[in-house]
């Protein structure tokens, strides 16, 4: 994010879209990536905060779910999947992040985001990559329905 603040100051990133964190108290050098949001042609924030200081520089606010309102899987810094199920619904007008970013990619004219549900993106992800031998497993709660067969 440091990098993204060099590129926005010296004018190679002239549009920034920053998902469910606030690096404008968050990062090392919080003020230089302020003084970079302010610099910045189009500045588009999705958060479930409609307060917080990256918000305040943002030229479109998209209303994002919060943690306890999401489901669908989370991949880490260590490309760990780790399932997600919402605790309570949506507040407002909130939606899931693979939802925005699906509505998005389709009115810029892109092909292949016509997701309904996050297990349709977890199938893809597994069928992209070396995700094999029904480990999706590692995914369920003992109790729990698989997460492949969530959509059934």
């Known amino acids: 994010a440091c990098d993204a603040a060099d590129a926005i100051l010296d004018g190679r ?3 920034i879209w920053i998902m469910a964190t606030n690096p404008v108290v968050s990062l090392p050098e919080a003020d230089k990536f302020r003084r970079a949001l302010s610099a910045c042609d189009l500045v588009i924030v999705s958060d479930c905060s409609v307060d917080s200081d990256t918000v305040k520089c943002a030229d479109i606010v998209l209303p994002a779910q ?7 899987t989370v991949t880490n810094s260590e490309r760990r999947i780790s399932r997600q199920r919402a605790l309570m619904p949506a507040l407002g007008q909130a939606k899931p992040d693979w ?3 699906s509505q998005v990619a389709k009115r810029m004219g892109l092909l292949g985001f016509d ?3 996050p297990s349709e993106i977890f199938n893809e992800h597994i069928a992209l990559t070396a995700y094999r031998n029904d480990a999706s497993q590692a995914l369920s709660d003992s109790n729990q329905p698989r997460y492949l067969n969530l959509a059934k």
């Not at 919060?66 to 669908?72: I, M, Q």
Request: glycine share 18%.
């Open 13 to 15: 990133i002239k549009a």
């Open 66 to 72: 919060g943690w306890g309102e999401k489901s669908g």
């Open 99 to 101: 939802w925005i970013l």
């Open 115 to 117: 997701y309904h549900h």
